[in-house]
């Protein structure tokens, strides 16, 4: 049986638990009391309860201050939860899957980033769905489709375009509204670095991608023009994000046999000049807010059709684009952008590009 002095030093145990918020040992408490075994074995289950009526006080609290005020054990409390500013709620950047390329691959609208598409996570799986518009002068682009982001890791894409030659089509006698298709398969590997954890490191992310392309023209590309139809572009793609200044940076390097990123076929005329040719693309983007970016974005062409049929008709040019991004959330994005896509056919086209993306 427990004497009356003993008792008092329970109680007195039991009450500066609950102050504290926190338990003190049974093991000091029995080494204070000269409690027997049976005693702090019967201590521990009420220590328990205590503990859990002193948690569920804590969260109870309207602001949590009275009770961080009484917490005066030794035992360190736990970090507060650091303030996410610009991330997301799923623990990424908005904005940082970037858009979706006319290509299908995480990035700007003409250049893919090292990011993986979508808000995915190392714990989690991303899928976004996308629908682009780019209209010019004499022609226009329709391009669509969805990637899925594997746990921040690997992203894999598919884009539908459709190329319209609008007049053009009938001055060349193939008809107002013919269309070229193209589909293109793409998948992306993060090999390095994180642009949003590595805050502290100049290395930046990088990421190697691969763009299966497939021409689906036999007539003028395959007939007439006698270009490839099928080629696979290779590029190495590094971004680095700042947040501190509210800048992301992009650079990437791409091997294509492309013409007009793949709209006139691959190589030269007649399957000749099929080698790969090295291209660059450049991206700066400002987040102005977390769910508003401005930019801008150039991109290189491999000019290889340039005199093929004398003259300057198939001549390529640099493109490049200013661009506005919004993501109101998580699930959309919205892009507008002023392009310049350099020559195609006869004169350079210039015009606007417009881009709707849904993600989940």
């Not at 009450?15 to 075994?37: K, M, Q, R």
């Not at 858009?99 to 250049?111: D, K, M, P, R, Y």
């Not at 298709?181 to 954890?197: E, S």
């Not at 076929?265 to 769910?291: C, H, I, N, W």
Request: hydrophobic share 40%; aromatic share 8%.
């Amino acid at each position: 049986m427990i004497d009356r002095k003993t008792r008092r030093k329970w109680v007195l145990f039991f009450s500066g638990a609950v102050i504290a918020g926190l338990p003190l040992t049974v093991a000091n408490a029995a080494e204070a009391g000269g409690v027997g075994d049976s005693a702090v074995s019967s201590g521990v289950d009420g220590l328990a309860d205590i503990s859990e009526l002193a948690t569920a006080g804590v969260t109870a609290s309207a602001d949590g201050s009275d009770a961080a005020a009484a917490t005066t054990s030794d035992t360190p409390a736990e970090a507060p939860a650091t303030r996410r500013g610009l991330l997301s709620g799923g623990g990424r950047l908005l904005l940082t899957g970037g858009v979706s390329t006319i290509e299908g691959s995480g990035g700007g609208g003409l250049a893919s980033w090292a990011l993986i598409g979508s808000y995915s996570t190392r714990n989690e799986i991303g899928i976004s769905a996308f629908a682009t518009g780019v209209f010019t002068q004499d022609f226009s682009l329709r391009s669509y489709g969805a990637s899925v982001g594997f746990y921040n890791r690997v992203e894999l894409s598919i884009a539908h375009q459709n190329f319209n030659l609008l007049k053009v089509g009938a001055s060349l006698g193939l008809g107002h509204n013919y269309y070229i298709n193209q589909t293109i398969i793409g998948a992306k590997v993060r090999l390095v670095g994180d642009a949003v954890v590595d805050q502290d490191k100049w290395l930046p992310q990088i990421s190697v991608g691969a763009q299966y392309k497939i021409n689906e023209n036999p007539l003028v590309v395959g007939t007439v023009l006698g270009l490839g139809r099928k080629s696979v572009d290779f590029y190495v793609a590094a971004t680095k994000l700042l947040l501190a200044d509210n800048l992301l940076v992009n650079t990437t390097f791409r091997l294509t046999k492309a013409n007009q990123y793949g709209i006139l076929g691959f190589g030269g005329l007649g399957g000749k000049d099929q080698a790969y040719k090295p291209e660059f693309e450049g991206s700066v983007a400002y987040l102005v807010t977390r769910k508003l970016a401005v930019g801008g974005e150039v991109r290189t062409k491999s000019n290889r059709l340039e005199g093929a049929l004398g003259g300057s008709t198939f001549k390529e040019q640099t493109a490049f684009d200013i661009f506005v991004a919004y993501a109101p959330n998580r699930n959309l994005a919205f892009t507008l952008a002023y392009v310049d896509l350099g020559q195609i056919a006869l004169r350079g086209q210039r015009g606007v590009y417009l881009s709707a993306q849904v993600g989940l």
